[in-house]
Nanobody, 128 residues
Framework: QLQLVESGGGLVQPGGSLRLSCAASGFTLDGLTIGWFRQVPGKEREGVSCISVSDYSTYYADSVKGRFTISRDYAKNTVYLQMDSLKPEDTAVYYC?????????????????????WGQGTQVTVSS
């Protein structure tokens, strides 16, 4: 059974940076399409960035393109989301989610393929 554990959220000032980590267990990254989603109360969940780990193809939502970078570390079985130039509108609970099929990352982030496996979420607050 795949388990995902997020860490790295917190409070940061506008313009600052955070790095989120998603540690996977029970499955190797090679077989996954995995990504980061965020949720604000009262708003639809948004697929922020996704990666097809085997071929390293990536997808970014327009709202974060050029500011966020998704990456993976095979040795640590972990996926990261580096978030730079943070804005107050990036405030949300961030979830790591994955599906054990290899699909284009756009299809996971847009939830054409809905991830079965979800982490518990980590709060990111961007405020002065």
């Amino acid at each position: 059974q795949l388990q995902l554990v997020e860490s790295g959220g917190g409070l940061v000032q506008p313009g600052g940076s955070l790095r989120l980590s998603c540690a996977a267990s029970g499955f190797t990254l090679d077989g996954l399409t995995i990504g980061w989603f965020r949720q604000v109360p009262g708003k639809e969940r948004e697929g922020v960035s996704c990666i097809s780990v085997s071929d390293y193809s990536t997808y970014y939502a327009d709202s974060v393109k050029g500011r966020f970078t998704i990456s993976r570390d095979y040795a640590k079985n972990t996926v990261y989301l580096q978030m730079d130039s943070l804005k107050p509108e990036d405030t949300a609970v961030y979830y790591c989610a994955a599906e054990a099929v290899l699909v284009g990352p756009y299809y996971l982030c847009s939830e054409h393929v809905i991830p079965r496996y979800w982490g518990q979420g980590t709060q990111v607050t961007v405020s002065s």
